[in-house]
């Protein structure tokens, strides 16, 4: 199992892609017994969560690709807002929190595939 080394240490971590087509770069790490998670959001944009995937409210950012390779984040702000009939606040993250999402939105990228490059795949392996 891979290893990563943090302030605490060196931590276990198990990370995989989950999916097929606009959820093709959905990626899930679990570090001893949380669950971190970027999901696509966008053709350009990803959300980190606290949690495991669709646990929206739990959401600490979105990451956009700006298209020349750098990264910009939009941090929630801690302000209680209403989710499915209830009141949640953003969770905050830790500073280990912030570069295992910096970490996985440069090393899997941000933003789903569109559909359009599949199929004109797909057509062309028959044509």
Do not use: H
Not at 27 to 44: A, C, G, M, N
Not at 97 to 106: E, K, M, R, V
């Amino acid at each position: 199992m891979p290893t990563a080394r943090t302030w605490g240490g060196y931590q276990e971590y198990n990370a995989y892609r989950r999916g097929v087509f606009k959820r093709s770069y959905r990626v899930v790490v679990e570090i001893d017994d949380r669950v971190l998670t970027l999901e696509p959001k966008s053709v350009e944009a990803s959300r980190f969560l606290n949690g495991g995937p669709g646990e929206i409210d739990k959401s600490f950012c979105r990451f956009f690709s700006r298209g020349n390779g750098s990264l910009c984040v939009d941090w929630k702000t801690p302000a209680t807002t209403e989710v499915l009939g209830r009141a949640t606040e953003p969770p905050q993250p830790t500073a280990e929190d912030a570069l295992i999402g910096f970490a996985l939105a440069a090393a899997f990228g941000v933003g789903s595939l569109s559909a359009v490059p599949f199929i004109l795949e797909f057509i062309g392996a028959f044509g």
